[in-house]
């Protein structure tokens, strides 16, 4: 499907520039800071596109078996995780940084290996989330959504004091991007050509 790859693409290039704004160095004028910003804001969105494609092509399908999917999926994450947090951690080992260091990067503290315990946690919830999404369609995902968007919204205004039991944060973070991506994939919008 066309319009997946040209997202992919899209996301792709976001993760670069997102990247690339890391070589702005020392940030003087007000103008290197408001690029930097931009360069990082362009970039951000890069990581929710690719959860909400896994969403679109993974969710509301039929599996073997569970053990099939998630051995076809671990395997398309795990090894490459394997080989790259040998090479960096090796590294690190090399250049003498201490050992907590090391495991921060390990767990992804960092933020160098933190996208690959995102897709760990994700592959692990999508069999729980296909079965939901097959029982409930598009229903159960504006359900899901709206628990979603709520809990983003606790989180973000960092509301949970308030209501220390009432704590949903299975439902916040990366978890939702995969589940809105189904649902923009499947719900038929009515749109007029204006």
Not at 122 to 139: A, G, M, Q
């Amino acid at each position: 499907m066309f319009y997946y790859d040209f997202l992919r693409a899209f996301a792709i290039i976001a993760v670069i520039i997102c990247h690339v704004e890391h070589f702005f160095g020392p940030l003087t004028t007000p103008t290197q800071i408001i690029a930097e910003m931009t360069f990082k804001d362009i970039g951000m969105i890069g990581v929710p596109i690719f959860l909400m494609i896994s969403g679109a092509l993974l969710l509301n399908r039929e599996y073997p078996s569970l053990e099939k999917f998630l051995k076809k999926r671990f395997a398309r994450i795990v090894y490459p995780f394997i080989f790259w947090i040998i090479l960096i951690l090796g590294q690190l080992y090399l250049h003498g940084y201490y050992p907590k260091f090391i495991w921060n990067v390990f767990i992804g503290e960092p933020s160098i290996t933190w996208y690959f315990w995102i897709l760990i946690g994700i592959y692990l919830f999508i069999p729980v989330l296909n079965s939901f999404i097959k029982d409930y369609k598009i229903k159960g995902a504006e359900y899901f959504l709206a628990i979603w968007f709520f809990t983003m919204i606790l989180k973000t205004f960092n509301s949970y004091p308030l209501w220390h039991y009432f704590n949903l944060d299975m439902f916040a973070g990366f978890i939702g991007y995969p589940v809105l991506g189904y649902y923009l994939a499947n719900k038929e919008f009515k749109l007029n050509d204006k």
